[in-house]
C-alpha cells in the first residue's frame, strides 16, 4: 500500500484459519472489529464501500449499508467451485455482487460480471539465480507443512528456489531467494520455470502465465475449499494436486528429469 500511495486502515481479523464463527474468541474479535470500522467510517465518511473480502471486511460493510451507503460486494477471483462465505453473507445487503467467472453468476441474485480481476503488482525483484528456478508462495500465512516438504525435496533435486515462507523459516542446499512476503509476485512468477502454491489467486495467476502449477493445498481452510480447488484444477489437467512431501517428490524428480 505504501509503495502505491494509498491510505490504509488495519483492523483486526475476527475468524482466523480453520475457526468456527460461533468461537467465543471469534465474536469477541468482531465485536473490536465493529468498533474500529464504525471509526473509519465516521471520519473518512466514504460514498461507497467496496469489499473483497475475507471476513474483516463484513463489519465494516454491513456499518455502511446501515448509513444507507452504496456496498459494492466482490466475490474471490479463485472460487469456482462453490462461493465464499463472506461473498454470501453480504449479497444480502449489497447493491451489487461482482463476480469474475460465468458460473459464479450463478451463486448471486445481484450478481454482474465484470472480471476476470487481477491486480498485477510486481515485486520489482530481477531474479539471478540458475535454472530450473521453483517459484514457492506459502500465502498469507506461515504453512508449515509447504516447508517442510520443500526442505525435504530439496536435498533430492537439483535447483533454484524463490521461496516466500509468511514468517515460516527454512534452510535449503540449493540457491535460494528467500524472504517472509513479497509486494507483488507477478514478476517472479514470470521468471520462474515451475510454480508450487497453496492455491488462490496464486493459482490463477501462474495458470495466466501458463506455468507448470503444483498445488499444495491447506487443509484448515473453511470447508476445504483449498483442496477442493486443487482436485478441480487437478482433474481439468491444469495442475498437479500433491497431498505430502513423498508425492511432491515424485512430481519434482518426474518434471526435472
Known sequence: MDALRLEYFTVIEPRRLGESLLKPAVLFRFL?????????????RPDVVISTGPNPSIPISLLAKL????????????????????????SFFADETWVHWEKQKEWFKNAKLVGP???????????????????VFSGRRFYKDLLDAISYVDKEIKCSWIIQTAGGNIKVKNEALIKDSFIGILDLIKQADLVIATGGLTAFEALAEDKPL?????????????????LYLSKQNNCWYVEDKRKLERILTQILK
Open 214 to 230: 503444483i498445488l499444495y493445498p491447506r487443509k484448515d481452510t473453511l470447508a476445504d475449499h483449498q483442496v477442493k480447488q486443487a
Open 32 to 44: 473490536i472489529n465493529t468498533f474500529q470500522s464504525l471509526k473509519i467510517l465516521v471520519s473518512e
Open 117 to 135: 480481476l487481477f491486480f498485477e503488482q510486481k515485486s520489482g525483484i530481477k531474479v539471478d539465480l540458475t535454472s530450473p528456478i521453483i517459484a
Open 67 to 90: 448509513i444507507r451507503k452504496k456496498l459494492v460486494n466482490v466475490e474471490a477471483v479463485d472460487r469456482i467451485i462453490k462461493p465464499s462465505l463472506t461473498a454470501r453473507i453480504l
